[in-house]
């Protein structure tokens, strides 16, 4: 990369704004995955060992710009105590006076985490004067949160206009890693898309289809291509706006010889719960009221011939709603076929990693990515904001 990274600089006794993914899976206030705030302890501890004073700041969730205790932070600030064996201080918010003020309060290798930056609805939207707040709280700003390195938001881009800019570890391992693997894949290369961004990802397989041999399509994503080829969804999470979108992809892959997957069955469920009546049915039997929250048996033996014989995986977005194991049974045989794929085989994105280590077979795996739609959109080619916006070496 040819990005400065926190070697190129001296932090000590400064203040470092560290933009972290710590976007972590959570239930009930606990967290499910901690993958990715492992990930961003060596650029921290890194920071802490030198003298500075670390500021963490990340999202969580998609509280759309306002304060919603359910998105707070507080439960990594506890987790991250606990892993870095040292008390990290909560912040109420993630910029005002009482911010400013415990920033002051901070000595030499303290680490304080601000709360969610998108309470403010200026974050996503980039708005500079939250970026200049951001920025009025450090000396330095360091970015390590690659899962969050395709969005140009205040924390991730705007910031970088107001101070010296580098990238942390994490950052800099996971481009080097990427641009290894992807540049000139091994063939067949196949990618695995799922889970339920559909609109955030649905665009990205355009640029897809034209690098990869296979495009193996399941979870929400799935039932929006379905939709798009008339069958009757019933009550399933189908994105309308996006039908001749996916009917457009279809023909681009058929164009392009590449070979697209989509489910034959899915496990049916009458309500989107645990322990809610569930069957298997094809794909022209969904009933009315019923919605698909995994890819059914046919599905997973046809995915899983596809995937084996790859040389190249990635693979983003669970095959279903893994969390409640009435519907994880795809995405754990998807995970198993990824798993002996003797290939390069790589598996990003927040809910997708924590479903890989739930089916404990994550050290299977060539690499595990922080970033889901950052992964993709560095594969396809587009120049990560969050890594463009860092100073050049
Ligand atoms: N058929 C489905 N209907 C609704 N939600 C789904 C379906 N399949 C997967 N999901 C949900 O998608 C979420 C993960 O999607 P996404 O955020 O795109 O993945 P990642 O975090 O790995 O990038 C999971 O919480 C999962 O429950
Ligand atoms: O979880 C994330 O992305 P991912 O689900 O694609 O891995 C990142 O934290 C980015 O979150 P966002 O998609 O709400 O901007």
Redesign the pocket.
């Given at each position: 990369m040819n990005k400065k990274s926190v070697r190129d600089i001296d932090v000590q006794g400064k203040r470092v704004f560290v933009r972290v993914?710590f976007?972590v899976p959570l239930e009930n206030g606990k967290i499910t995955d901690d993958t990715r705030i492992q990930a961003a302890l060596p650029t921290i501890q890194y920071l802490q060992q030198q003298g500075a004073k670390v500021i963490l700041a990340s999202?969580l969730?998609?509280p759309k710009g306002k304060v919603d205790p359910a998105f707070s932070l507080q439960p990594v600030a506890a987790h991250l105590s606990h892993l870095l064996g040292q008390d990290v201080t909560m912040a109420e918010d993630s910029v005002g006076d009482t911010v400013k003020h415990q920033v002051n309060q901070m000595k030499n290798g303290d680490v304080l985490l601000l709360e969610n930056v998108r309470f403010h609805g200026g974050e996503e939207k980039n708005d500079a004067d939250l970026a200049k707040s951001f920025a009025e709280l450090a000396d330095l700003y360091v970015n390590d949160a690659f899962?969050?390195a395709h969005?140009a938001h205040a924390s991730t881009a705007g910031i970088a206009e107001y101070l010296p800019a580098v990238a942390g570890f994490l950052m800099e391992k996971e481009i080097s890693i990427m641009g290894n693997a992807l540049s000139d894949p091994e063939r067949p290369f196949t990618a695995i898309i799922g889970?339920a961004?559909v609109s955030?990802?649905i665009t990205v397989l355009e640029n897809l289809i034209e690098k990869v041999d296979q495009l193996i399509i399941g979870g929400g994503m799935a039932n929006t291509f379905l939709a798009a080829q008339g069958y009757q969804l019933g009550k399933s999470l189908v994105e309308a706006d996006k039908l001749d979108l996916a009917n457009t992809l279809i023909e681009k892959a058929r164009a392009n010889n590449v070979i697209l997957f989509l489910p034959e069955d899915v496990v049916v469920a009458k309500e989107f719960k645990a322990d809610t009546e569930h069957k298997i049915v094809d794909i022209d039997q969904i009933p009315d009221d019923w919605m698909a929250l995994d890819i059914g048996p046919k599905t997973s033996e046809t995915y899983r011939l596809a995937i084996v014989r790859s040389q190249t995986v990635i693979w983003?977005g669970p095959m279903g709603v893994f969390e409640m194991d009435a519907f994880a049974k795809g995405t754990n045989e998807v995970a198993q076929a990824v798993a002996e794929t003797e290939g390069v085989t790589i598996v990003?994105?927040?809910?997708?990693v924590a479903a890989v280590e739930k089916s404990g077979l994550a050290d299977k795996m060539t690499h595990i990515s922080t970033?889901?739609?950052?992964s993709l959109e560095f594969l396809e080619g587009k120049a990560l904001p969050g890594v463009e916006a860092l100073q050049d070496k």
């Amino acid at each position: 990369m040819n990005k400065k990274s926190v070697r190129d600089i001296d932090v000590q006794g400064k203040r470092v704004f560290v933009r972290v993914d710590f976007n972590v899976p959570l239930e009930n206030g606990k967290i499910t995955d901690d993958t990715r705030i492992q990930a961003a302890l060596p650029t921290i501890q890194y920071l802490q060992q030198q003298g500075a004073k670390v500021i963490l700041a990340s999202h969580l969730g998609r509280p759309k710009g306002k304060v919603d205790p359910a998105f707070s932070l507080q439960p990594v600030a506890a987790h991250l105590s606990h892993l870095l064996g040292q008390d990290v201080t909560m912040a109420e918010d993630s910029v005002g006076d009482t911010v400013k003020h415990q920033v002051n309060q901070m000595k030499n290798g303290d680490v304080l985490l601000l709360e969610n930056v998108r309470f403010h609805g200026g974050e996503e939207k980039n708005d500079a004067d939250l970026a200049k707040s951001f920025a009025e709280l450090a000396d330095l700003y360091v970015n390590d949160a690659f899962g969050t390195a395709h969005r140009a938001h205040a924390s991730t881009a705007g910031i970088a206009e107001y101070l010296p800019a580098v990238a942390g570890f994490l950052m800099e391992k996971e481009i080097s890693i990427m641009g290894n693997a992807l540049s000139d894949p091994e063939r067949p290369f196949t990618a695995i898309i799922g889970g339920a961004k559909v609109s955030d990802k649905i665009t990205v397989l355009e640029n897809l289809i034209e690098k990869v041999d296979q495009l193996i399509i399941g979870g929400g994503m799935a039932n929006t291509f379905l939709a798009a080829q008339g069958y009757q969804l019933g009550k399933s999470l189908v994105e309308a706006d996006k039908l001749d979108l996916a009917n457009t992809l279809i023909e681009k892959a058929r164009a392009n010889n590449v070979i697209l997957f989509l489910p034959e069955d899915v496990v049916v469920a009458k309500e989107f719960k645990a322990d809610t009546e569930h069957k298997i049915v094809d794909i022209d039997q969904i009933p009315d009221d019923w919605m698909a929250l995994d890819i059914g048996p046919k599905t997973s033996e046809t995915y899983r011939l596809a995937i084996v014989r790859s040389q190249t995986v990635i693979w983003n977005g669970p095959m279903g709603v893994f969390e409640m194991d009435a519907f994880a049974k795809g995405t754990n045989e998807v995970a198993q076929a990824v798993a002996e794929t003797e290939g390069v085989t790589i598996v990003g994105g927040g809910d997708s990693v924590a479903a890989v280590e739930k089916s404990g077979l994550a050290d299977k795996m060539t690499h595990i990515s922080t970033g889901g739609g950052a992964s993709l959109e560095f594969l396809e080619g587009k120049a990560l904001p969050g890594v463009e916006a860092l100073q050049d070496k």
